[in-house]
């Protein structure tokens, strides 16, 4: 990387003016959790209530990413690693555009959430973990990748063969096992009110 004959070019509006227009604050909504955990499902409920009440969003989920952006990478740990660095670097911009962002992603790794994190700054990068064990998942199957890895067909596979590292401070958990999925999406748009956000 070099980065010796590049300068920063400072633009005359900022993220706290595209904020004030917007009416609201911006943060990065870091859904993380096993394959079939439910950040897909939860994360849309979300951006949609996020959006009924009149705030600017944007989504960005692992299997849509993987078909564009980040089309060139697989599951290894490296490949893993670099989708979760650009991830971050997308999500910091948009951001930085004054939106409420969430992230649906595996993120295996706590080095990699933690350097995600690194990028905002204090309070904006909000880690949901989404809590249900691997025999749940492996119960709900949405995609059938679970029972490729029984067949032998899917290596590498979050939880399985390959590690998920689970959080251990997150600011919010949700048990998909004992919550409805409404009840799920009231307790992150609290979140968003309480600490003035929305
Ligand atoms: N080996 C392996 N392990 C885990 N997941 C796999 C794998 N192969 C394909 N898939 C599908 O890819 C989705 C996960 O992509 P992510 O970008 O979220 O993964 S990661 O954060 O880089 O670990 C994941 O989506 P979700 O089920 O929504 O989590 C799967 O549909
Ligand atoms: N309480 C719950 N919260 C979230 N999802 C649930 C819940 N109960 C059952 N599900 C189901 O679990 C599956 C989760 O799949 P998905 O959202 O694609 O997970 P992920 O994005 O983590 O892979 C969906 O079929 C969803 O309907």
Redesign the pocket.
Known sequence: MNQKNITWHEGKVQKADRQHLNGHKSALLWFT??????????SVEVERKLHELGHHTYRLDGDNIRHGLNGDLAFSEEDRTENIRRIGEVSKLFVDAGIITLA?FISPYKKDRAFARSLLPDGEFIEIY?QASIETCAS?D?KGLYKKVKKGELKNFSGIDSPYEIPQSPEIVID?EN???DE?VLQIVNYLKNKGFI
């Open positions: 959790g096993l394959s079939g955990s439910g950040k897909s499902t939860i649906a989404i709900r949405p998909t919550q409805r999925i799920s």
